[in-house]
């Protein structure tokens, strides 16, 4: 139920006078373990036991995963889960930990039957997470030292960032199955979203590549992504060349923030709305395409310019195929050269 | 013969500031991301004057971006920095106090909080109402901050105390909303930071009555103003009524202050240092301070938007930093070289 083994490296490696602290605090955890032995046993080999029992055989607890805050060990398989990222909440359901899921944040509003609590993962309050008796917090930053204060609480914490590549998102949907003990499904949802993917790119073909593109995340001011980004890679895939990448100089880590006449000097072919969400700026491509100098735009001329899902472009996890397919979408249709 | 030497004094910082309100127009007209030729786009200006017909060479799209895109921030950054450095001025004279500007009046914080509740109660309808919603936050900002000041007890530093209270406590409602709706917040701390890259015609059309309005109230009362820095006992004695011209004054800074948030968010210290620079330049007296204002402010915001325009193309950097990164220093310098400051 706790973070034991994590207890025992403390223990061993803190200098002393931490370590009676440490050691009053594992006291605690030592029996509130016992406590929930009675009921339900908790060490590896029933544990193994009881995830077979779920339907995945290969799950193992205690199990040691490597995350974006270092090393988190999960004692056994979780069974009150909170998700205090959209992402995450998607890849829990996805890999088929859904049921283990007790709370996610306000934000999280995919898959509907996901338990939405007023949670946040942006000032994330640890009193309220901890109302829950988590025994695994998933969440896309370390925000108000979340990591270390769940830490004192025993509760193990993933941080599973906004993923610079297509890769870090199977591997992060990987990382969730395997500490929620459903490595297979999420290996099954990772070869699914490749397969289609990949059958996406094919359909799509290669003679629309080197359209030029503009990827809007806000329109006041006019803040793009660069082919740098997570969705300038997914961009990428299709051989599209991205205009904002000549601004990537002003080191704002691939968002900068764009001239809106370079914009429209720069001719996008393709104008892609991240921002066309109810919450994300309410763009449309009416709106776009009643700019007052954007209609010489030839994305604008020949009506390429497309409103997005604003959660499935913001997020990493497992609609990305659905991205690919409305980027192909645009791509098919697009005039070739 | 002094007299005489002072009128063409303020004759000769009039035409000053007109020369650098239009060289500042020519340089955000020629500067800029997309590359245009200085010498096509002084040809397409030219061929807008009437009797004038030149050929520019630009291509549709050039034209759009000139006409459409660069022209009308250029005049939208001109209408606000005027605005704000008027409001800034008026209120210096009002509180008879250096360091006053329209952000210490309920108005910026009014402002924030009419923008926010927009953004996040209307989502994606909030792109049109955030112009109407700041603009009523800033004057209902300062409203409150004025009634509260004026039963709170005579005299400006009341009223300058309630400003700040009311400041303090709008913003504190603001972050509050903001918190209970996270997903919001790229979008409002956009706005917050200001900005003058979606400017349009359509905006300045709709700003530029409210401005017009305010100031003339404004630069109506620079006598009157020059009467109160004396003092308020004085003012009666010449048969004012302190209270009545204060009311006035802030009413009219406050229109033309929340008529350039509506359309640029919150952009700082321009209301603080064109004043000063203008004292510096100017002498003391609102007459001829409040103007002179109007015109450099124009002028500055102008260079400054240029500025962000255009050191970090294509990209661009938030209009707030760039006033401040050159408005910080110019105010440490401008108070070095000033021997006394005296509103």
Not at chain 1, 25 to 31: G, H, K
Request: glycine share 10%; hydrophobic share 50%; net charge positive.
């Amino acid at each position: 139920m706790t973070h034991r083994p994590g207890r025992r490296r403390i223990l061993h490696r803190a200098p002393f006078l931490r370590a009676l602290s440490a050691a009053t605090a594992a006291l605690a955890a030592t029996t509130f373990i016992a406590g929930c032995g009675s009921g339900k046993s908790s060490d590896g080999a029933s544990s193994r036991a009881s995830s077979s029992a779920s339907g995945s055989p290969a799950a193992s607890f205690p199990v040691t995963l490597r995350a974006a805050n270092g090393k988190v060990t999960i004692a056994a398989r979780p069974a009150h889960i909170v998700s205090l990222s959209p992402t995450a909440t998607e890849d829990l359901y996805a890999v088929g930990a859904g049921k283990q899921v007790v709370a996610v944040d306000a934000d999280s509003d995919y898959p509907a039957s996901a338990p939405v609590t007023s949670l946040s993962g942006l000032t994330p309050n640890i009193e309220a997470i901890a109302k829950y008796s988590p025994d695994l917090v998933v969440a896309s930053q370390d925000s108000g030292g979340l990591v270390d204060r769940l830490g004192k609480l025993g509760v193990p914490v993933m941080i599973e960032p906004a993923a610079a590549t297509i890769d870090d998102a199977y591997t992060q949907i990987d990382r969730i199955g395997r500490a929620t003990g459903h490595t297979a499904q999420a290996e099954h949802t990772v070869a699914g979203m490749k397969s289609r993917i990949a059958a996406t790119l094919k359909r799509a073909g290669s003679h629309h590549s080197g359209l030029s593109y503009y990827w809007e995340l806000g329109a006041s001011p006019y803040y793009s992504a660069t082919s740098s980004t997570f969705v300038g890679r997914v961009a990428s895939l299709f051989g599209l060349k991205n205009v904002a990448d000549k601004a990537d100089k002003a080191s704002d880590g691939g968002y900068p923030q764009l001239s809106q006449e370079y914009i429209v000097s720069a001719k996008p072919r393709l104008i892609f709305l991240g921002d066309s969400g109810k919450s994300d700026g309410g763009q449309s491509p009416a709106i776009v395409s009643a700019r007052p100098g954007w209609s010489g735009i030839p994305a604008v001329r020949s009506k390429a310019v497309i409103g997005l899902d604003g959660d499935v472009a913001s997020r990493w996890g497992p609609r990305l195929p659905q991205l690919v397919d409305a980027i192909a979408r645009a791509v098919e249709k697009a005039p070739s050269r | 013969m002094i007299r005489a030497a002072a009128r063409s004094r303020t004759v000769r910082l009039y035409a000053v500031a007109v020369v650098f309100l239009a060289c500042a127009v020519l340089v955000g007209a020629m500067a800029g991301a997309a590359g245009l030729s200085p010498a096509a786009t002084a040809a397409a200006l030219l061929d807008r004057l009437p009797f004038v017909h030149l050929h520019s060479g630009l291509s549709p799209l050039d034209h759009a971006v000139l006409f459409q895109i660069r022209l009308p921030r250029v005049v939208l950054g001109a209408l606000v920095g005027g605005a704000l450095s008027l409001a800034g001025a008026g209120y210096q004279g009002v509180f008879r106090n250096p360091l006053v500007d329209s952000s210490l009046l309920g108005s910026s914080a009014g402002a924030g909080l009419g923008a926010t509740l927009a953004i996040v109660a209307l989502g994606s309808a909030a792109s049109s109402a955030v112009p109407a919603a700041a603009f009523a936050g800033s004057l209902a900002g300062v409203a409150i901050a004025y009634l509260v000041g004026v039963t709170g007890g005579p005299g400006t530093s009341t009223l300058l105390l309630a400003g700040l209270a009311v400041s303090l406590f709008l913003a504190a409602v603001q972050t509050y909303v903001l918190q209970r709706s996270s997903q919001d917040i790229q979008q409002v701390y956009s706005w917050l930071l200001g900005s003058l890259s979606a400017a349009t015609w359509h905006q300045t059309g709709e700003i530029l009555p409210y401005l017009a309005v305010a100031a003339v109230v404004v630069l109506l009362h620079g006598r009157h103003l020059d009467v109160l820095a004396v003092g308020d006992e004085e003012g009666r004695s010449l048969g004012l009524h302190p209270g009545r011209i204060r009311l006035i004054v802030v009413a009219g800074c406050a229109l033309a202050a929340a008529s350039a948030v509506a359309v640029s968010g919150l952009i700082g210290f321009v209301g603080i240092v064109v004043p000063h620079a203008v004292r510096r330049l100017a002498g003391t007296s609102y007459r001829v301070v409040l103007p002179l204002s109007l015109l450099f402010g124009g002028g500055s915001l102008i260079l400054a938007d240029a500025a962000a325009r255009t050191l970090v193309a294509p990209a661009e950097l938030p209009i707030g930093v760039v006033t401040a990164l050159v408005g910080s220093p110019a105010f440490v310098l401008i108070l070095r070289t000033t021997r006394s400051v005296r509103t």
